[in-house]
Each structure stands twice: as structure tokens, then as C-alpha cells.
């Protein structure tokens, strides 16, 4: 599954943080602490106008509950196409199906980073057999949506990929 994100703008200047992207942490590029990758301003992160994230995750079922899965997550989040450098995380995980919705336990590695993180999701399942809200726990929460573009695909274990905020649509 993969998402982009573009902020229509000739630049983030003048932009408030919350509506250019920055991405890591669980749902986007796990090995990695929540939106620790974006564009460097001396010691600190910024958002960037461009944003991709992508996964290749492969899950085997042990049976009807249990499950593990191995990953690999791309992406960043850049100010100029020129400049792009793709941030890798890789790792193993555990997923477990319950009546809510199916839980997962990740250990990945920032390659970048060189740390190893551990991520957590759950997926609340609204009674429809589609899951529609996503609760991540991260050391840091951040409610507001993107603006700008995006698009995504389905992540055939979870939910439709989405912006922040934005309710999911069949």
C-alpha cells in the first residue's frame, strides 16, 4: 500500500506546520518516531510540500486469529523533488484478529536512524466487517488533517489508506 501528498503551493513558507507533511511512525514509515521525517531546519524537522510513503507487507495466518508478518516502509517528506532520499524501515510483526478489529505488534528498523522502534495499531471494527477507525499509539498525538493531494490504495489487511480526520469512504 502507498500514499502521496502534495501541498499546492509555490512554497512552505508562510505555511502553518500542521498542513505540510511529514511522515514516520506506525501507518507510514515504521523503524522510525512519529513525523520524524521531513525536511531538516538546523536540529529541528519541518513539514515538506511533497510526501510518499510506501509498504510491501506480506502477513501469514498461523490460523483464524493469530498471524505474523514481515515488512518493508519507504518514504519522506521533501520541500524539492530534487532532493528526495527515501528513509527504509524493515521488521517483523505479530497481528492478532479480535471481535474489534485485528491488533498489531511491529518491530521495525529505522536503516536511517539505525534504532529499532516498536510500533502498535488497532483497527475498530464498526460492525459492517469493514474497519473504519484507527487508533495508533504513538508519543505524539497530532489531530489536524493534511491539506493538498493525496491518494491511496487499499491495505488488504486493515482499511482503506486516508488522510487524518477524514472519515473512510466505500
Same mark, same amino acid.
Given at each position: 500500500?502507498?500514499?502521496?501528498?502534495?501541498?499546492? /503551493?509555490?512554497?512552505?513558507?508562510?505555511?502553518?506546520?500542521?498542513?505540510?507533511?511529514?511522515?514516520?511512525?506506525?501507518?507510514?514509515? !515504521?523503524?522510525? &518516531?512519529?513525523?520524524?521525517?521531513?525536511? &531538516?531546519?538546523?536540529?529541528?524537522?519541518? =513539514?515538506?510540500?511533497?510526501?510518499?510513503? /510506501?509498504?510491501?507487507?506480506?502477513?501469514?495466518?498461523?490460523?483464524?486469529?493469530?498471524?505474523?508478518?514481515?515488512?518493508?516502509? /519507504?518514504?519522506?517528506?521533501?520541500?524539492? $523533488? &530534487?532532493?528526495?532520499?527515501?528513509?527504509?524501515?524493515? =521488521? $517483523? =510483526?505479530?497481528?492478532?484478529?479480535?471481535? /474489534?478489529?485485528?491488533?498489531?505488534?511491529?518491530?521495525?528498523?529505522?536503516?536511517?536512524?539505525?534504532?529499532?522502534? $516498536?510500533?502498535?495499531?488497532?483497527?475498530?471494527?464498526?460492525?459492517? #466487517? !469493514?474497519? !473504519?477507525?484507527?487508533? !495508533?499509539?504513538?508519543?505524539?498525538?497530532?489531530? &489536524?488533517?493534511?491539506?493538498? $493531494?493525496?491518494? #491511496?490504495?487499499?491495505?488488504?489487511?486493515?482499511?482503506?489508506?486516508?488522510?487524518?480526520?477524514?472519515?473512510?469512504?466505500?
Amino acid at each position: 500500500s502507498g500514499e502521496v501528498g502534495y501541498t499546492i /503551493a509555490d512554497s512552505r513558507n508562510g505555511i502553518p506546520q500542521e498542513y505540510v507533511f511529514r511522515t514516520g511512525g506506525t501507518g507510514s514509515v !515504521r523503524g522510525y &518516531s512519529y513525523q520524524s521525517l521531513g525536511v &531538516s531546519e538546523g536540529s529541528a524537522i519541518v =513539514g515538506g510540500r511533497y510526501m510518499a510513503n /510506501a509498504t510491501v507487507e506480506y502477513t501469514h495466518w498461523l490460523d483464524d486469529t493469530w498471524g505474523i508478518a514481515a515488512f518493508v516502509d /519507504a518514504g519522506n517528506a521533501v520541500d524539492d $523533488l &530534487s532532493k528526495v532520499d527515501l528513509a527504509y524501515g524493515y =521488521g $517483523l =510483526g505479530a497481528r492478532w484478529r479480535t471481535v /474489534a478489529g485485528p491488533i498489531a505488534v511491529d518491530l521495525a528498523y529505522g536503516e536511517q536512524s539505525e534504532a529499532v522502534h $516498536l510500533h502498535f495499531s488497532l483497527v475498530l471494527d464498526d460492525g459492517t #466487517g !469493514r474497519f !473504519r477507525n484507527e487508533t !495508533r499509539l504513538e508519543n505524539t498525538v497530532d489531530p &489536524s488533517p493534511y491539506l493538498g $493531494l493525496r491518494a #491511496g490504495v487499499f491495505d488488504d489487511w486493515t482499511r482503506p489508506v486516508r488522510c487524518r480526520g477524514e472519515e473512510a469512504r466505500d
